[in-house]
Each structure stands twice: as C-alpha cells, then as structure tokens.
C-alpha cells in the first residue's frame, strides 16, 4: 500500500480469488484430483478460460480429513458447500440425530409467571434424572418421530486441535449407527449440495465412521462445475432423489407410515420446481405492473375449481394462497416450507366416498420459485389418510366455494375457506387481508428478521441509526425509510431472508450465511465490490460503500484512480453479544425485529403490542 | 483438550415469560409510580429521623437528590455506549423518566419550592428549567409519533430540504405551462401573487413553534376560488397544485415536528450543563460553611 494523498489512499483492486478456499492447496493434490472421478469425467472445454477446472480446484476447493465420529455436516445448519468422498466411508443420518439447538421441544415459551416457575422446575429435575450429556427428549409439542424415545448422541466439540482447528464429534459412533437409520456414502458420492444449492439448512447429519477424506467445494464452485452437463445433470437427479425422500420423512402428515406404505409414496411422488431460483431479476420488472396484473403472471401451481389430482407439499420458497374475487384476486395467506394444500378436498372425498369429489377451493401460485412435491390423489386416499386420526384431519367442507362440478357456489362468504389447509390453520391468523397481501406483494415473507418500525411510537430522533453508524465505524447499515402499511414501517434493512438470492451470484463467497445463527453477513477481507449482491437483492437492503482504512482514507484503485467500493449491509451486530444495537437504541420501543416468513410471529406481536 | 457439549439448556432469562398486553400497561404504570412514592416517602422518613437525631438533614436530602441526579444522567451515558449488554435503552429512558419524578420530591424535601440567595436562585432555576424541558421533552416524544404519521408517514429529517426543491420546481413548472393559456392564465397569476413565497421559502417562527393547518387552508379555499376563471383544464392544472401546495406543507409540518423534538432535547442537555456546574459550586460552598454533617 502506497499513501496517495492524506484523505485517499491507493490500493490494488481486489479480484476474485484473492482469498482461495485453502491457500495451501498443493499442485500435486490439484492434479490428483483432476484424475479423479467426477472432475476426470468432465469435459475441460466447456468451463472459460479465466475459470478452468482445474482454477475451480485450486481455489475453491478443499480437502479435509476426518476421524471416526467426525460430524461433517450438521442438520440444521445452514450450508455453503458441497462434499465429495474422497477416501474412506461416512454415513448420512436421515432420522434427526438431536433436538434443534436452542429449542428444547418440551420447554416452550412460557405464558404466565407459574409456568415459568414450574418449568424452572421441570428443567432441574431434568438435569437431576439423566445429566447433561444423557438428557432423553421429552413429550413434544409437534408431532411425534418414531426416534422420540431413543436416547440422543451428544455432539462433542473439540475447540482446538493439534492441527489449530475445531471439530465435532460423536462419542461412540457405532452405538449411534446402530441406533438411528442411517445410508452410507462412499468414494465419489456428493452429499451437502441441496442445502449449498437452495442456501437452505441440511437436512440431515454425515459423519465419518472410519478415516475418511472429503473435498469440500464452495457453492462459487460447484456453479462453475455445473457447466458440466453430465455433472450437472448427476446433481440434479441426485438433488431431486435425496431432496424427495427427506421432505417426505419428516412430513408429519405421513409420520404413521409403515414402510412399505412409504417406499409406494416416495415412488408416486412427483418433484417439481416453479419458477426461476434467480426471480428477483423478474420481480423487479413485475413490480412496476398493477397488483392484479402481477398476480396473474405469476405461475399458477394449482386452480380454484379444477380437479384435486394431487396433494400438494411445498418443500421450498413461497407460494399465495389466494381465490378468485370480483375482478381479481384476494389473497388469503401464504405458503412455505412445510404447508400442504390440497388436503382438505381430499379428506372432504375420503369422508364421503359416495359423493362426487370437489375441486381445489383456492387457487396456490408461486412467488419466486418453489419446489413442490406432489403425491397423487389416490395415493393419499389409499395410504396417507386412512393412518391419519380423524382429529388431526382438516374440518369438513360444510360450504364449498366450488361445487363437484366446478362451478362457482355464489353466496358463499368470501373467507369461508380460511384454514383449510393442513398446518396453515394455526398459522392462518386474524392479520388483516390487506396486511397479508402487504407482505406477499412487497415479498416480505421472506424475511426472518425484518426491521419493523412501529410509527406510532417513533419520533424520528434518529437515535436507532446512530448506534448502527457507531457499531460500523460510522456507516449506518439501514437506512429508516421504505414501505409503510399503516402505522407500521418495513425499513430499508436486510431481512436475512428465508431465500438470499443476494448469495446466487457472488464470486467470492464474500456474502455467506452464517451456519449456526442463519445471520447474512459480508466479508470484507474477501467482497470485491462486484455489485452482484446488491443488485440482486430485490428489496435494495444492499448499499455500494467506498472502503476506507483505519485512519478514515478512501480507498481508490491504483491504476485507475477510481473508488473502490465494498458492499455493505446489516449484519445484525451479530458480533456484539448484546444484539442489534439499533434494536438496542431505540428510546421508545418502536424498532423491531421480526419474522415476516412466519404469519404467527406477526400476529404475536400485534398482540402484544401496547400504544 | 479444551472441550464442551453443544447442546446447552436455555438461560433463566430466556426463559423468562411475556407479559399479556393487559399485566405490561398495568405493570408499567403503577409499579415504577408506587416505587417513586415509597422512594419519597423513605427519604422523608430518613430526613425526618436525621433531624430527630439532630443531623443535619440537608446533606440528607441534598446528597440524595445528587444521587438521583447522577442516576438520571447516566442516561446520557448509556446512549453514548451501544456495544456492551447494559439493557436497551427504551427500559433507561422509563426509568429516566420515573426518577425525574422522584427528583422533583427530593427537591422539594431539599430546598422548599422557593429558595433566597442568588446563588441558590440560580440554582433552582436550572433545576426547574430541566425539569421543565424533561416534562415537555415527555410530552412532544409521546405525541409527535401520530402528528408525524398523519403527515404522510415517514420522511427522513435530512430528505425535507431536497423534497422541498423537488416541489417548489414541480409548482413553477406547473404554473409556467398554466401561463402559456389564456384559459389557464389565472393559476399562473395566482402562483406569482400568492404561492411562490410558500413554495420557495421555509415557514416563519410561529409555525415553526406551534405548527397549524390554518395557512394550508386558507391557500386551499383560496386556490379553489379561481375555479371560476379556469377551464377543465385550468381546473386539473389547479387540482395538481392544491396536491403540490398539501405536499408541501406536510413537509413543513414534518420539519416543525421533527426539529421540535430535537430541540427539547437540546434543551434538556444545556440545562443539565448549567445545572451541574452550578451544583458542584453549591456543594463546595454549602461544605465551606456549614459546621457540621
């Protein structure tokens, strides 16, 4: 570095590739690796000059031992890269090893103060009876798993080891393979694309049972390696298959399943993925249509008043839930990960087989993209519903809005089909229509941890932005404004979305998701201000800053003179163990932090909120 | 080998319950209210019993009320330090507020509502001129939210200036088209005889003091009246300039609110600057000539 003049200073422009996934990576392993299947298998001339394969190698790329009991991936964590066997053997653990951390099931929320008393109690006599480390999961308030009452390994971690890195271990790892349904993996297989992929959580655990050698490839690479079309076209049968299979096992709806029952569903079952995984390039031109014309483009997964053919599972992203009104269409909810639709009509055919079925009551279209699966009509009519308890299925359709032959009902009352879908009833709140079709429209489902701000409780005194400047050396990471639905303000801070599609395209990797706390943050060592991010992000939460050094001095590049710039973005102070400081500022409680994906949580806080 | 479980138990405070919406109006209310009456009450009860005991009983309630006023600035403290775990700031300013109350009690324990000597008149003075700020401070912050949302939601104290420009062209340009007809030409006159002023300067000290919406209405009513003279163009041209002229004085309303606020802020801030140069003068004195505790 070269000191330019006192208020600027001039550096060389970061490119990418200037922080490789492992700087030591050897030559020799690189061309090792290039004999090795699937890179030996792949055709060096479809990849650019200025990103060959064997470039991708080197830089992200890297390869990582393990010892028996090693965990490789976690469940719940979220992903960044893809694992090739390499040597040896690890197994993947498609039952839940353990609980989700920081969520015991049998200690929820408390809502008075003697229940917070008693479950004080509960939690001591817990630690009494089975110790730390063989603690058994108690009743859960969710639907049961067949592995609930096994006793659960508990992950060891090790800070440091001889070698300066932190790993995860089981303790007795044959007595957890016995223990819990797992498939093995070997030399050559993939594993931990999906979540890399979809910048989703795995969905299940790998661990090593013997010493094994893994490649660990970054999502920047595997997208590179993708231009592959044999490759490609192995990832994605692989994506769908395992994609398929994990949905299906831990749907509660099939939970009572035998085996045999559940091999003829995962055979029936259809994977389809609506829309495009980078939609935010087409969500910015929809935005500018009429709200009626916007709905209209979007891809429509199933239509009011047409046959029930399938039952319908969304795996990922989001979808309205919405029903023909007047000269448009009312939104009733929407969807996500977890929702099924469609249930309610078939049960309405399973309780009265004599009569003739009723079509789909509401109409589900796809925001974005999303994957759905589909399990024929027959198939949950002759396997999935009669193992269901008549308690757990959805109401009776006493007043269809469509009747058996399609045709509208026309005095029926326009949300009479509010919560007919299974897991949406709990979910399906009293929030305003008009709130809900706010937050589908701004596509603000999709954030986990949306700056809300309460207007009729702030006074604009700027205290809030303040801290945000003081925590990031004077920048403020949001910005106080953007949309309004009455007193309430969405501001202008990233969301830490339930899908980033601000992560598709970087480079570098330097935009990743934290893996335990699911926090988007920004690596400075590595952003090279390519943009990318930013103009992804569809709600402009994502601002171009000029990098200045410790002292204050702008950065400008050496050869052009031009400002280099750094993308930046909330983080939410994730280094400060007393949380958003913004949050934290506030005089008049009156920022927010809230899970817009999830109509419960809204409505939670509406009902907690006081004037 | 440094090692430790993942899966750890929640922390008692993580645990700890929500309040239902009713138990928290009624908890932030009369708990902190009770608390400052018993506060009261105690320092009345110490003061009277150091008296008994034939103490002096002004260091009793004078070193009191300091230490109620050190508690009260340490809000300023906290503002200023955002990185460390010492409560949100929203639960300070509560407090803030509810041991301002109990400063008051103390005072009057302290010194009497009227006080001799210049020094001491000083003094008071300061003290009344922060807790005056403090009560009107109070008073904007809980009723500027609503003035603010009911003129047009949220707009950025530092966008006013630029939004006002943006506005004051979009007039002129309006009224330049307007003059170009003789069919129209009214709006353009109106513009220059009434409107331009308003657009192109920021409002007086009155409205900035006490903002009303009687000028708002009385340009409307007047721009209305020159309906007569236009066509149904003029009257759309008109129709588009009563939008520009609410637009506008929205945001003169937003800048009075919003600099209002600060003020009183301010306000508050000198005030305890005076207040406790003066105060460490009086303790000094009060040390210097008084005999004994």
Same mark, same amino acid.
Not at chain 1, 460 to 486: L, M, S
Not at chain 1, 574 to 601: M, V, W, Y
Not at chain 2, 247 to 259: E, G, R, T, V, Y
């Given at each position: 570095?070269?000191? #330019?003049?006192?208020?600027?200073?001039?550096?060389?422009?970061?490119?990418?590739?200037? =922080?490789?996934?492992?700087?030591?990576?050897?030559?020799? &392993?690189?061309?090792?690796?290039?004999?090795?299947?699937?890179?030996?298998?792949?055709?060096?001339?479809?990849?650019?000059?200025?990103?060959?394969?064997? &470039?991708?190698?080197?830089?992200?790329?890297?390869?990582?031992?393990?010892e028996p009991g090693d965990v490789i991936v976690r469940e719940g964590d979220y992903g960044g890269s893809a694992y090739l066997v390499l040597r040896g053997s690890v197994r993947a653990f498609l039952e839940s090893l353990w609980q989700p951390r920081g969520k015991p099931s049998d200690l929820s929320q408390p809502s008075n103060w003697m229940e917070w008393l008693k479950q004080q109690f509960k939690i001591k006599s817990l630690n009494r009876s089975h110790g730390p480390n063989n603690r058994r999961e108690g009743s859960?308030s969710g639907p049961q798993t067949a592995s609930a009452d096994k006793l659960r390994p508990t992950p060891i971690q090790q800070v440091e080891t001889a070698e300066g890195k932190s790993r995860i271990f089981l303790q007795d790892i044959n007595a957890v393979i016995d223990g819990f349904q797992s498939e093995p993996l070997g030399v050559g297989e993939i594993f931990g694309e999906m979540a890399a992929i979809t910048r989703s959580q795995h969905r299940y655990t790998v661990v090593a049972n013997a010493p094994a050698i893994?490649?660990?490839?970054?999502?920047?690479?595997?997208?590179?390696?993708?231009?592959?079309?044999?490759?490609?076209?192995?990832?994605?049968?692989?994506?769908?298959?395992?994609?398929?299979?994990? =949905?299906?096992?831990?749907?509660?709806?099939?939970?009572?399943?035998?085996?045999? +029952?559940?091999?003829?569903?995962?055979?029936?079952?259809?994977?389809?993925?609506?829309?495009?995984?980078?939609?935010?390039?087409?969500?910015?031109?929809? #935005?500018?249509?009429?709200?009626?014309?916007?709905?209209?483009?979007?891809?429509?997964?199933?239509?009011?008043?047409?046959?029930?053919?399938?039952?319908?599972?969304?795996?990922?992203?989001?979808?309205?839930?919405?029903?023909?009104?007047?000269?448009?269409?009312?939104?009733?909810?929407?969807?996500?990960?977890?929702?099924?639709?469609?249930?309610?009509?078939?049960? =309405?055919?399973?309780?009265?087989?004599?009569?003739?079925?009723?079509?789909?009551?509401?109409?589900?279209?796809?925001?974005?993209?999303?994957?759905?699966?589909?399990?024929?009509?027959?198939?949950?009519?002759?396997?999935?519903?009669?193992?269901?308890?008549?308690?757990?299925?959805?109401?009776?359709?006493?007043?269809?809005?469509?009747?058996?032959?399609?045709?509208?009902?026309?005095?029926?009352?326009?949300? +009479?089909?509010?919560?007919?879908?299974?897991?949406?009833? +709990?979910?399906?709140?009293?929030?305003?229509?008009?709130?809900?079709?706010?937050?589908?429209?701004?596509?603000?489902?999709?954030?986990?941890?949306?700056?809300?701000?309460?207007?009729?409780?702030?006074?604009?005194?700027?205290?809030?932005?303040?801290?945000?400047?003081?925590? =990031?050396?004077?920048?403020?990471?949001?910005?106080?404004?953007?949309?309004?639905?009455?007193?309430?303000?969405?501001?202008?801070?990233?969301?830490?979305?339930?899908?980033?599609?601000?992560?598709?395209?970087?480079?570098?990797?330097?935009?990743?998701?934290?893996?335990?706390?699911?926090?988007?943050?920004?690596?400075?060592?590595?952003?090279?201000?390519?943009?990318?991010?930013?103009?992804?992000?569809?709600?402009?939460?994502?601002?171009?800053?000029?990098?200045?050094?410790?002292?204050?001095?702008?950065?400008?590049?050496?050869?052009?003179?031009?400002?280099?710039? #750094?993308?930046?973005?909330?983080?939410?102070?994730?280094?400060?163990?007393?949380?958003?400081?913004?949050?934290?500022?506030?005089?008049?409680?009156?920022?927010?932090?809230?899970?817009?994906?999830?109509?419960? +949580?809204?409505?939670?806080?509406?009902?907690?909120?006081?004037? | *080998?440094?090692?430790?479980?993942?899966?750890?138990?929640?922390?008692?405070?993580?645990?700890?319950?929500?309040?239902?919406?009713?138990?928290?109006?009624?908890?932030?209310?009369?708990?902190?209210?009770? *608390?400052?009456?018993?506060?009261?009450?105690?320092?009345?009860?110490? $003061?009277?019993?150091?008296?008994?005991?034939?103490?002096?009983?002004?260091?009793?309630?004078?070193?009191?009320?300091?230490?109620?006023?050190?508690?009260?600035?340490?809000?300023?403290?906290?503002?200023?330090?955002?990185?460390?775990?010492?409560?949100?700031?929203?639960?300070?300013?509560?407090?803030?507020?509810? %041991?301002?109350?109990?400063? %008051?009690?103390?005072?009057?324990?302290?010194?009497?509502?009227?006080?001799?000597?210049?020094?001491?008149?000083?003094?008071?003075?300061?003290?009344?001129?922060?807790?005056?700020?403090?009560?009107?401070?109070?008073?904007?912050?809980?009723?500027?939210?609503? *003035?603010?949302?009911?003129?047009?939601?949220?707009?950025?104290?530092?966008?006013?200036?630029?939004?006002?420009?943006?506005?004051?062209?979009?007039?002129?340009?309006?009224?330049?088209?307007?003059?170009?007809?003789?069919?129209?030409?009214?709006?353009?006159?109106?513009?220059?005889?009434?409107?331009?002023?308003?657009?192109?300067? $920021?409002?007086?000290?009155?409205? $900035?003091?006490?903002?009303?919406?009687?000028?708002?209405?009385?340009?409307?009513?007047? %721009?209305?009246?020159?309906?007569?003279? %236009?066509?149904?163009?003029?009257?759309?041209?008109?129709?588009? *300039?009563?939008?520009?002229?609410?637009?506008?004085?929205?945001?003169?309303?937003?800048?009075?609110?919003?600099?209002?606020?600060?003020?009183?802020?301010?306000?508050?801030?000198?005030?305890?600057?005076?207040?406790?140069?003066?105060?460490?003068?009086?303790?000094?004195?009060?040390?210097?000539?008084?005999?004994?505790?």
């Amino acid at each position: 570095m070269r000191t #330019q003049s006192s208020d600027q200073i001039a550096i060389d422009r970061p490119v990418r590739w200037d =922080h490789p996934l492992d700087p030591e990576m050897l030559q020799r &392993d690189i061309r090792w690796m290039l004999d090795q299947p699937p890179f030996s298998e792949m055709n060096p001339d479809v990849f650019p000059s200025h990103s060959s394969l064997e &470039d991708v190698i080197r830089h992200d790329c890297r390869i990582l031992r393990y010892e028996p009991g090693d965990v490789i991936v976690r469940e719940g964590d979220y992903g960044g890269s893809a694992y090739l066997v390499l040597r040896g053997s690890v197994r993947a653990f498609l039952e839940s090893l353990w609980q989700p951390r920081g969520k015991p099931s049998d200690l929820s929320q408390p809502s008075n103060w003697m229940e917070w008393l008693k479950q004080q109690f509960k939690i001591k006599s817990l630690n009494r009876s089975h110790g730390p480390n063989n603690r058994r999961e108690g009743s859960r308030s969710g639907p049961q798993t067949a592995s609930a009452d096994k006793l659960r390994p508990t992950p060891i971690q090790q800070v440091e080891t001889a070698e300066g890195k932190s790993r995860i271990f089981l303790q007795d790892i044959n007595a957890v393979i016995d223990g819990f349904q797992s498939e093995p993996l070997g030399v050559g297989e993939i594993f931990g694309e999906m979540a890399a992929i979809t910048r989703s959580q795995h969905r299940y655990t790998v661990v090593a049972n013997a010493p094994a050698i893994m490649l660990e490839i970054r999502w920047q690479g595997l997208r590179i390696l993708r231009r592959d079309k044999a490759f490609r076209e192995y990832l994605d049968a692989r994506f769908r298959e395992t994609s398929l299979q994990t =949905h299906l096992r831990e749907t509660p709806l099939l939970r009572f399943l035998d085996d045999a +029952s559940m091999a003829k569903v995962i055979a029936g079952t259809r994977i389809e993925s609506i829309g495009d995984r980078e939609w935010f390039a087409e969500y910015r031109d929809t #935005q500018k249509l009429d709200v009626q014309a916007q709905i209209l483009q979007e891809p429509v997964i199933a239509a009011e008043g047409h046959p029930v053919k399938d039952l319908i599972l969304i795996r990922a992203g989001f979808a309205r839930l919405s029903f023909e009104q007047g000269r448009g269409h009312q939104t009733i909810a929407y969807l996500g990960r977890g929702h099924v639709f469609g249930l309610s009509e078939l049960a =309405h055919r399973f309780r009265s087989p004599a009569s003739k079925p009723l079509p789909y009551q509401e109409s589900l279209r796809a925001l974005g993209f999303v994957d759905v699966l589909k399990i024929p009509a027959e198939l949950v009519l002759s396997h999935i519903l009669p193992k269901i308890r008549s308690s757990e299925l959805p109401k009776p359709i006493t007043n269809p809005r469509y009747d058996d032959g399609g045709l509208v009902v026309s005095d029926v009352l326009p949300q +009479s089909h509010l919560g007919n879908s299974y897991q949406v009833e +709990s979910t399906l709140s009293k929030l305003e229509t008009s709130l809900v079709e706010f937050l589908v429209d701004e596509r603000l489902i999709n954030g986990k941890q949306t700056m809300m701000i309460d207007l009729d409780r702030c006074t604009g005194c700027d205290e809030c932005v303040k801290a945000c400047a003081t925590t =990031h050396n004077g920048t403020p990471r949001f910005v106080r404004n953007g949309p309004q639905f009455g007193p309430l303000l969405f501001a202008h801070a990233c969301m830490h979305c339930t899908d980033p599609v601000c992560m598709i395209g970087c480079p570098t990797g330097a935009i990743a998701r934290d893996q335990d706390s699911g926090v988007i943050s920004i690596n400075s060592q590595t952003c090279i201000g390519c943009k990318t991010c930013s103009e992804s992000c569809p709600y402009d939460n994502i601002v171009m800053v000029q990098v200045r050094d410790e002292k204050g001095r702008a950065a400008v590049d050496r050869k052009t003179q031009l400002p280099i710039l #750094q993308a930046s973005k909330c983080d939410l102070c994730h280094e400060l163990k007393s949380g958003p400081s913004c949050q934290n500022a506030c005089p008049h409680h009156a920022l927010f932090r809230i899970d817009t994906s999830d109509t419960g +949580s809204i409505e939670q806080w509406f009902n907690k909120r006081i004037v | *080998m440094n090692t430790k479980t993942q899966t750890q138990p929640r922390s008692l405070l993580e645990t700890l319950p929500t309040f239902s919406a009713t138990s928290v109006r009624v908890g932030r209310r009369l708990i902190p209210t009770a *608390m400052v009456i018993l506060g009261w009450l105690t320092l009345r009860a110490f $003061r009277d019993r150091s008296a008994e005991n034939l103490y002096n009983e002004a260091f009793v309630t004078g070193y009191s009320l300091a230490a109620i006023c050190i508690f009260l600035m340490l809000l300023g403290v906290r503002k200023r330090v955002i990185t460390t775990q010492i409560g949100r700031l929203a639960v300070w300013q509560r407090t803030h507020h509810y %041991l301002g109350l109990l400063s %008051l009690g103390a005072y009057a324990l302290h010194a009497g509502v009227l006080t001799t000597g210049w020094l001491e008149s000083l003094l008071a003075l300061s003290f009344w001129a922060i807790a005056l700020t403090g009560l009107i401070g109070w008073y904007v912050n809980r009723t500027s939210p609503k *003035m603010l949302a009911a003129a047009g939601g949220q707009i950025l104290r530092q966008d006013i200036s630029e939004k006002s420009k943006l506005i004051a062209k979009e007039a002129y340009t309006l009224a330049l088209t307007a003059a170009g007809k003789n069919d129209t030409a009214a709006l353009a006159d109106h513009y220059q005889a009434s409107l331009s002023t308003f657009f192109s300067t $920021r409002r007086g000290w009155v409205y $900035r003091i006490k903002p009303s919406g009687g000028k708002r209405r009385k340009l409307l009513d007047d %721009l209305e009246s020159i309906d007569r003279y %236009l066509s149904e163009e003029g009257r759309t041209q008109r129709r588009a *300039m009563s939008v520009l002229v609410s637009s506008k004085d929205d945001l003169d309303f937003q800048s009075a609110i919003q600099n209002r606020i600060r003020f009183w802020a301010a306000s508050h801030t000198w005030a305890l600057g005076c207040f406790v140069v003066l105060t460490i003068a009086h303790v000094i004195i009060a040390h210097q000539f008084t005999s004994s505790w």
